[in-house]
């Protein structure tokens, strides 16, 4: 009855305040009720009768509102997460602009970023029920998903649950958590060894929740990813966990080294580098060469000398991280099925409009057509690849035998680049997950998520990164006062501030 009466409100652009709200009665006024606006409703319940009736009411609204606002004081996170739940149960990851156009569209009233995001999680919530009902149903889903797909990967890590000092039954800890669908498993097997295609796109391959960035959960994420999915020798890891090159010495040289791709390149800047002054080579060379060179590296790098690729999977986790447990993987399991259909579509229609475009140019030189306005090219033999050629302006013609004048550019480029090979990076398919009713039965335990591990609601989250020489302000260059150009001190604490406001008559 109350969402009825909001709705009426929220929709008229008109407002009311309650004078009586219980179990079984409702009333409320017009804001406007006391100077000029009649209207009220007054409901009850009818507990014999089930249901609620409208006891009193006074017709449609006389007032008009003074201003005209944006937002409407009814329209609560409440009301906006009900509106939009059926969007949210639709995708979980869905972004707050997206809920703040759809209740532009379905009230007429554009709403604040912070309402739109609170609204948004009381639907995931509601969708979910709540928090510990989230961690109970994770190990159902991740059941339900191997029942589905048998060569997908799973692995939990739990700990006992007590009660004070007791030990309770069938209820276990999340820890971590480990897991790997079976397309991106097989699409490691036909990708670069740092988790990219021959178009330079990434593909993800696995992921963890874990406690955070600890030596014993980075232990965990990369045991079983060399256990399940990296399962061959030559993979490159690039970390930031290593002393890089200090970027407040010779940024710009040492940059031009690290990138240097031969021996040769290499040591012209490393001569260079020894020209400026013995330290800075000193202090280089106690830094191991694979580390910041490409020249070095072995080609475990493939070209690439930052952390620059984590990046991309930040930014389309970014909607989903602050989603419930259960609600964050089911959000990433359909964001990659999305992915891998759309990169399998565009693979097969790269590779469909290569064999036509080679069946045009055979058909045009079979034709003998012009294939430019200078020359003109005739076919002689298809199998061996032996062309006329013969220059329009001159008259002069040349006999071109690919075969024995060509070099086989297949020697010289490496499979992960051809278009099939990334057409079988993402030739496996997700499979739905059957209806819930359809579901196992899990007889495993319950789980519960670590108290101690979760985030106060109020105030910004602590951080648990590592950081690296671009983080960490005190291998920055110091700051400098803008008024005099002193180091030490900054702007407001200058003591030359009171001279340069002074009146300059008076100087």
Known sequence: MIKAIKDYTICRGVDYQVYESEPTTFYAKCTQYDVGCDWLIKVSNMCKKYYWEIRRYNGSHTCTRATISQDHLKLDSNTIAEAVKALVEVDSSIKVKSVIAEVQSKFNYTISYHKGWLAKQKAVESIFCGWKASYEALSIWFEAMCHNESSAVVYFKTMLAYQGDDLVPNIRVLHRVFWSYYPCIRAFRHCKPIVQDGNNNIVPIAFAIVEGEISEAWHFFLNNLRQHVMTHDGVGLISNRHESINSA????????????????E????????????????NWLNRIPREQYALAFDGGYRWGHM???LVECINSILKGARNLLVTALVKAMFYRLNELFTRKRVEAETHINARHVFSELVTSKLHANQR??????VSLFDRQIEVFEVREMSSGVEYAVDLCRRQLDWQVYVHDVYKMDQVQRIYRARFRPLENLTMWPVYHGPRFVSNPFLRRVAKGRPKMTCFLNEMDTRMLRAPRRCKQCGVESHNHSKCRQRGCASADPATQ
């Open 249 to 264: 010495i010779a940024r710009s040289l040492l940059f031009i080294i690290g990138y240097s791709r031969t021996v040769r």
């Open 266 to 281: 290499y040591k012209m800047c490393y001569q260079r580098l020894r020209k400026w002054g013995e330290a800075y080579t």
């Open 306 to 308: 930052t952390t620059n």
């Open 371 to 376: 294939v430019s306005e200078n020359i003109q």
